[in-house]
Nanobody
Framework: QVQLVESGGGWAQPGGSLRLNCATSGDIRVIYWLGWYRQAPGKEREPVANTNNAGTMHYADSVKDRFTMSRDNAKNTVSLQMNSLTPEDTAVYFC?????????????WGQGTQVTVSL
């Protein structure tokens, strides 16, 4: 069984910072994609930042130059440093893993962590 556990969400003022962490566990043979999505109230879930097996980082235009993702390959963890937060960043943030598990490539999601940016 594969599990993803996010931590680090919470509240920040506009212009503030938060750091999210995602820990993975289970029988993960090959990681193809690992990263973050978010879903704001009334909106579709959208990609925020993702990294592939080659280590290439992809960021949504809305977070470029503000968010930085880092990955620990030895521990299969990923973090998201979020700076210069705005109210538009308020959402539930999900960690997503695409990996080879039990002989097939599957997507796995964490339970999500709330990020709220307000005065």
């Amino acid at each position: 069984q594969v599990q993803l556990v996010e931590s680090g969400g919470g509240w920040a003022q506009p212009g503030g910072s938060l750091r999210l962490n995602c820990a993975t566990s289970g029988d993960i043979r090959v990681i193809y994609w690992l990263g973050w999505y978010r879903q704001a109230p009334g909106k579709e879930r959208e990609p925020v930042a993702n990294t592939n097996n080659a280590g290439t980082m992809h960021y949504a235009d809305s977070v470029k130059d503000r968010f930085t993702m880092s990955r620990d390959n030895a521990k299969n963890t990923v973090s998201l440093q979020m700076n210069s937060l705005t109210p538009e960043d308020t959402a539930v943030y999900f960690c997503k893993l695409t990996a080879l598990h039990d002989g097939k490539v599957s997507d796995f999601w964490g339970q999500g962590t709330q990020v709220t940016v307000s005065l």
